[in-house]
């Protein structure tokens, strides 16, 4: 069974950069779409941002657009989201999950899977 472990994360200010990380564990890695997710306090959790397979797609929320870069490992499940130009609004838990169903054009939290714990991103002014 696959499972995702996500690192990085912490504090930031605003206008502030962090990153997140995760990878899948199973061997040998057969190649999934892997996306990052994030709740926070008090909503549902929403879609930020995946990349393909190969790492030649890749689609993001509207509010992170043009600040928020994820990037894959090549031929690994490895997946990485650069965070610029923090907001306070982006304070949230960040999850990395792989897709398991539908196209890479989907965004919802059902059509993924092998969720993480999840690493905490928190932003102040």
């Known amino acids: 069974q696959v499972q995702v472990t996500e690192s990085g994360g912490g504090l930031a200010q605003t206008a502030g950069s962090l990153r997140v990380s995760c990878a899948a564990s199973?061997?040998?890695?057969?190649?999934?779409?892997m996306a990052w997710f994030r709740r926070a306090p008090g909503q549902e959790r929403e879609f930020v941002a995946v990349?393909?397979?190969?790492?030649?797609?890749?689609y993001y929320a509207d509010s992170v657009k043009g600040r928020f870069t994820i990037s894959r490992d090549k031929g690994e499940n490895a997946a990485h989201l650069q965070m610029d130009n923090l907001k306070p609004e982006d304070t949230a838990i960040y999850y990395c999950?792989?897709?398991?169903?539908?196209?890479?054009?989907?965004?919802?939290?059902?059509?993924?899977?092998?969720w993480g714990q999840g690493t905490q991103v928190a932003v102040f002014s």
């Open positions: 990349i393909s397979r190969s790492g030649g797609i890749t």
């Open positions: 199973e061997r040998p890695p057969p190649s999934y779409n």
């Open positions: 999950a792989i897709q398991l169903k539908a196209s890479i054009g989907s965004r919802s939290p059902d059509d993924f899977g092998a």
